[in-house]
T-cell receptor
Framework: DGGITQSPKYLFRKEGQNVTLSCEQN?????MYWYRQDPGQGLRLIYY???????QKGDIAEGYSVSREKKESFPLTVTSAQKNPTAFYLC???????????????FGEGSRLTVL | AQKITQTQPGMFVQEKEAVTLDCTYD???????LFWYKQPSSGEMIFLIY??????QNATEGRYSLNFQKARKSANLVISASQLGDSAMYFC???????????FGKGTRLSVIA
């Protein structure tokens, strides 16, 4: 079945450690996104990539890094520089706007990161 | 300034009744798209409905309809005949022209009461 797979679903990290969240899609979508969700804050954009080997910072990129070496994969690294990393992280992809396409996002099931 | 505003942090509705979730947006771009997503307690984001800025008619998808008032810059979601399974967070989002990322509002938590 086509879709987006995020792993791990739950992750615990000690302060000062880097951690990488995996996001894989088999929808053949060009664009991929990482959002962070905190209670009462909605979804905030961390990074996005519209094509392989290219990505752009979103609104809250500080303390995060990404790579896009393959179309299917867009991993997010939460570095020790991120001051408050405990959150729910959502990965998404889209085919992009075009004839007949709304450009809607397809989401993974999310990864919940807790810093101890 | 916020681009998407959802003024109702929480809403209650009786089962089988209709409910309207408010969303206002801010853009100077003449071409944009508006989306509604549902997020159950499991955390997944489920796409519900889409409205393009040039669409002449309000979008409908089953029990969901979008009350699009362009001059007021509002895109309210109407859920008819509410069901217990409709209890969830609901997010309004906008994409401006040029395939830019979606910008989300802070969401409304809907609780359906039996």
């Amino acid at each position: 079945d086509g879709g987006i797979t995020q792993s791990p679903k739950y992750l615990f990290r000690k302060e000062g450690q880097n951690v990488t969240l995996s996001c894989e899609q088999n929808l053949n979508h060009d664009a991929m996104y990482w959002y962070r969700q905190d209670p009462g804050q909605g979804l905030r954009l961390i990074y996005y990539s519209q094509i392989v080997n290219d990505f752009q910072k979103g609104d809250i990129a500080e303390g995060y890094s990404v790579s896009r070496e393959k179309k299917e994969s867009f991993p997010l690294t939460v570095t020790s520089a991120q001051k408050n990393p405990t959150a729910f992280y959502l990965c998404a992809s889209s085919i992009g706007q075009g004839l007949g396409n709304t450009g809607e996002l397809f989401f993974g099931e999310g990864s919940r990161l807790t810093v101890l | 300034a916020q681009k998407i505003t959802q003024t109702q942090p929480g809403m209650f509705v009786q089962e089988k009744e209709a409910v309207t979730l408010d969303c206002t947006y801010d853009t100077s771009d003449p071409s944009y798209g508006l989306f509604w997503y549902k997020q159950p307690s499991s955390g997944e984001m489920i796409f519900l409905i889409y409205q393009g800025s040039y669409d002449q008619q309000n979008a409908t998808e089953g029990r969901y309809s979008l009350n699009f008032q362009k001059a007021r810059k509002s895109a309210n979601l109407v859920i008819s005949a509410s069901q217990l399974g409709d209890s969830a967070m609901y997010f309004c989002a906008m994409r401006e022209a040029g395939n830019t990322p979606l910008v989300f509002g802070k969401g409304t938590r809907l609780s359906v009461i039996a």
